[in-house]
């Protein structure tokens, strides 16, 4: 099957009228709806929107590839549409993508149409072929083009070494398996090719594993390269120097990898009965690995039940802070409900999701169980997060120790193991230490923590207002603000309401203190950055940290320390106000039902952006352009 096959007329824009990321896809969603490819626009919409949340698809070059693979797509199809003047697609290099090609599979697309679409993205990795499509002046010109550059690879003949000296191989997958993949694999071989290097690519695409790597050629290979978004099997590399990097790193950085493995500049990979039980491998500084990757993994997934328990609680609040006790004379029957179904049902979901996603982050679904029942054991005997979180690795751990242990089973067997064997002795085991070990000392420590913050002074109080207000700006959304915020729920969920009050601040104060600066102090920032100030409100005031991360990577130096300081005294002043906060998230919208005075909440939040705000305004030198336009008005 050829390109063109899937790419059509009725799927070509030759000219875009979108300006935005979003407006692409929309227009290209759009095209392949009218052309009658879709089963439903919306869903597909979707499924573009989630893969793009995963990380961005606009590769760099100039090029974006949208891919999704789902039900909504009712015919495999490629929609390709072109920019010549670019459009900001917040790709990877941070230049304007200008050419589109936005991938159609279907859930039940065979392997030749997942071939064919793959085939695509190798294709696009041609300078000289970009340049062509660029400067195509119509519709069958781009087909004529796309045709004659895929006869002219099917022509060449691939060249394989057939010595393994000095060999490296690499293996790439992204999570959709139809364009990352094969991209970073060609970036690879290219220039393996051109620094004449042996070097060996398999791919985990959507339509299977291609060029599997052999155990001859894993046991001569001097270095391992993997560059995947999604799981892959690991465990055969034991004793190899293994680089791991997000797949965009094969496409962006060939060169670099191909370096560092002729370096073995990479720690050696033990095998610990499991793909997420290794030792850590040298990564970009962004990635997660590790203690902190698990950790993450779980608090990532048990956010939403944070947000979700949290905001159906605060709404039963406005009815009265009492108004869901039946012994209320304020009790009313739809706050009662709502309080139940947010405490009773999401809440009690919180601390096993934490602990089952932990669990599965380190051996991957087997420890799921594991990790869930004793999360749901730490809930229900009192030990709270800290024991959901015990439960979580020990859990994980447990069924790493049962693969290793049980690996010398017949291989009859292996097909029981991760339904039978894995989920009942890891629940066995994980469950005994948790019950006679683990729960009652914890239970004990979570209580007498709450005792001691209980009884600390207002100098202490102020002091650790100040410190959990600090951390929600260190690293905004990072592992010291995702502490902070877990230790905040856990004295929720311990009936301590002023330490959440501190953080939800401090959260709060970062954005909007930002966004008060772009406001007051204009000649600071580009135009850019003005408008992302005006984001920077709403996310504020719905206490969503990350909204200042923009303003912080461009200025670390100044910003941070700014955010740090305001946020600091947020929280400092929430405490000396003796204000509580009984919801885990929402923002101003539960300003309301604080304990204490709302208005004096409002006012501490107020204050600290206010102080980042004058000294990022302090700090930060007038921009160039902004000091041009001021001499020209002059």
Not at 290 to 311: D, E
Not at 372 to 396: C, E, H, K, P, R
Request: hydrophobic share 45%; charged share 20%; with cysteine.
């Amino acid at each position: 099957m050829k390109i063109t096959d899937l790419l059509k007329k009725d799927t070509i824009i030759l000219d875009l009228q979108s300006t935005s990321k979003v407006d692409v896809i929309e227009e290209l969603v759009g095209k392949l709806d009218a052309a009658g490819r879709l089963e439903s626009r919306e869903n597909y919409k979707e499924a573009i929107l989630k893969r793009e949340s995963q990380s961005t698809t606009g590769i760099g070059e100039g090029i974006a590839i949208p891919h999704a693979k789902t039900s909504a797509v009712k015919t495999p199809a490629i929609a390709f549409g072109r920019a010549v003047n670019g459009i900001d697609y917040e790709s990877l290099d941070g230049q304007p993508a200008r050419l589109f090609f936005m991938i159609a599979a279907s859930d039940g697309a065979n392997n030749t149409h997942l071939e064919t679409l793959s085939r695509l993205s190798m294709l696009l990795m041609d300078a000289d072929f970009r340049q062509v499509l660029l400067k195509a002046d119509s519709i069958d010109f781009v087909l004529k083009a796309i045709d004659a550059k895929e006869r002219e690879g099917e022509e060449e003949d691939e060249v394989v070494e057939d010595s393994n000296e000095n060999l490296i191989l690499a293996v790439t997958a992204c999570p959709t398996g139809i364009a990352h993949t094969y991209m970073a694999a060609d970036s690879l071989k290219a220039k393996a090719k051109e620094m004449n290097v042996n070097l060996k690519v398999e791919t985990n695409g959507s339509s299977g594993i291609k060029g599997k790597l052999t155990a001859e050629e894993i046991e001569s290979a001097v270095a391992i390269i993997v560059a995947a978004d999604k799981q892959v099997e690991i465990d055969r590399f034991k004793g190899k120097h293994v680089i791991q990097v997000p797949v965009a790193h094969g496409i962006r950085r060939p060169q670099e990898l191909i370096e560092q493995a002729l370096k073995q500049d990479a720690p050696v990979y033990k095998v610990g009965g499991g793909s997420a039980s290794r030792e850590e491998v040298k990564t970009d500084s962004t990635e997660r690995r590790g203690f902190y990757k698990h950790l993450m993994n779980g608090v990532s997934n048990m956010l939403p039940f944070v947000v979700a328990g949290g905001i159906l609680i605060a709404i039963s609040f406005i009815f009265g802070v009492h108004a869901s006790d039946p012994n209320s004379p304020s009790y009313n029957p739809i706050a009662a409900t709502l309080k139940t179904i947010g405490s009773k049902y999401v809440f009690s979901l919180m601390i096993p999701v934490l602990a089952g996603f932990i669990a599965m982050s380190i051996a991957d679904r087997p420890g799921f169980v594991a990790g869930m029942v004793g999360g749901l054991m730490a809930s229900l005997g009192g030990a709270g997060f800290l024991g959901g979180i015990i439960a979580g690795f020990l859990g994980g751990y447990i069924v790493v120790g049962l693969k290793k242990a049980l690996i010398r089973l017949p291989h009859s067997l292996d097909g029981i193991k991760p339904v039978l064997l894995y989920p009942l002795f890891g629940v066995l085991l994980t469950s005994l230490i948790m019950m006679y070990i683990i729960i009652n000392p914890v239970k004990a420590f979570n209580d007498g923590l709450t005792t001691w913050l209980q009884g600390l002074g207002s100098t202490n109080l102020l002091f650790l207002g100040l410190i959990l207000g600090g951390m929600m700006a260190i690293d905004m959304g990072g592992p010291i603000n995702k502490a902070a915020l877990t230790f905040g729920i856990a004295m929720i969920d311990a009936g301590n309401y002023a330490p959440h009050a501190a953080i939800m601040a401090g959260g709060m104060v970062s954005p909007l203190g930002l966004a008060f600066a772009t406001t007051f102090f204009r000649n600071k920032f580009t135009e850019q950055e003005r408008e992302a100030g005006k984001t920077s409100y709403i996310m504020g005031l719905s206490f969503i940290t990350e909204g200042a991360i923009p303003f912080a990577v461009a200025d670390p130096a100044r910003v941070i320390p700014a955010c740090v300081i305001g946020s600091a005294i947020a929280g400092a002043l929430t405490m000396l106000f003796k204000i509580g906060l009984p919801a885990p998230h929402g923002g101003v919208f539960v300003i309301p039902i604080v304990i204490g005075n709302p208005f004096l909440y409002a006012l501490a939040i107020l204050i600290g952006s206010i102080v980042t705000a004058l000294i990022v305004g302090f700090l930060k030198p007038i921009k160039i352009e902004n000091n041009i336009e001021g001499e020209r008005a002059a």
